[in-house]
């Protein structure tokens, strides 16, 4: 079970969400530096932290997979976020330079797709950041926020996962120290209850990051069935694309494409 894009746009616009995107922000924003001239996708749910690259990165996307709905992104202006099937991305081979997966490798079913298909789109000098409920800590057993669905992950299980898919992870961080409440004495001074948990409980953060690289020298060859895929990019329009709706589009460019043939 988890949420769609609807439940993570009113989660991420109370006081406890507005915490997590200041928290994991900065985090984000540290580990990457300065994207200015890279190509920058969010696959998932990752517009709270995109916004920190706008203006800077060369081209900003925010792929959002058909299963969660999709949302317009920015509110102003020209939009910037599509929906995608999670195993068919609508981009070239190695032409993401970086990609923030969030709020979306605890729900998916096909996880080891997922991560191959994010292996060949990504470059090979790119960074794929990934974040995940952290199976010891408590935001994982707490279901008013968005890591309390899913499969929460430990360390070495994400280790396994990236290998398996040929990523090598490079390095490892933990967020979220403060306690899942939506308490005020929480929530106004985020900043002292992390350092404050990352000194009395620091294997219990909230969630895992992990910043990997691809492994370009275990490269296979692609089947030739594979590269006759055809993949599709539905815009978002103004408005949003439910996950019910994003199955009939789907259906009727089949549909359209079979009546072509």
Not at 4 to 9: E, G, I, N, T, V
Not at 86 to 96: C, F, Q, S, V
Not at 177 to 182: L, Q, V
Not at 253 to 260: M, S
Request: no cysteine; aromatic share 10%.
């Amino acid at each position: 079970m988890h949420l769609d894009a609807f439940d993570l746009k009113d989660f991420y616009a109370r006081r406890l969400g507005l915490m997590v995107r200041r928290l994991l922000r900065l985090t984000i924003r540290a580990r990457w530096g300065d994207v200015k001239g890279l190509n920058v996708f969010g696959l998932g749910y990752a517009t709270p932290y995109l916004g920190e690259f706008r203006g800077e990165a060369r081209s900003l996307g925010a792929l959002m997979p058909a299963g969660l709905g999709a949302l317009t992104w920015p509110d102003r202006g020209q939009s910037m976020s599509v929906l995608v099937d999670e195993t068919e991305l609508p981009l070239d081979d190695e032409a993401a330079d970086r990609i923030l997966l969030v709020h979306m490798l605890e729900w998916s079913e096909q996880s080891r797709v997922l991560l191959r298909e994010i292996w060949r789109v990504l470059s090979p000098q790119g960074k794929l950041l990934i974040v995940v409920p952290n199976r010891r800590g408590l935001w994982a057993r707490v279901d008013t926020t968005p890591f309390g669905y899913g499969s929460p992950f430990s360390r070495s299980q994400l280790t396994q996962l990236l290998k398996e898919a040929m990523f090598s992870p490079e390095g490892w961080q933990y967020a979220l120290y403060t306690p899942p409440f939506n308490w005020r004495v929480l929530t106004r001074w985020p900043g002292f209850w992390e350092r404050l948990g990352l000194i009395l409980w620091p294997t219990f953060s909230g969630v895992i990051l992990v910043e990997a690289t691809k492994q370009v020298y275990a490269a296979m060859p692609v089947r030739e069935t594979e590269r006759q895929v055809r993949r599709r990019i539905v815009p978002v329009p103004a408005g949003a694309v439910t996950p019910r709706l994003a199955r009939q589009q789907k259906d009727r460019l089949l549909a359209e494409e079979i009546l072509r043939e």
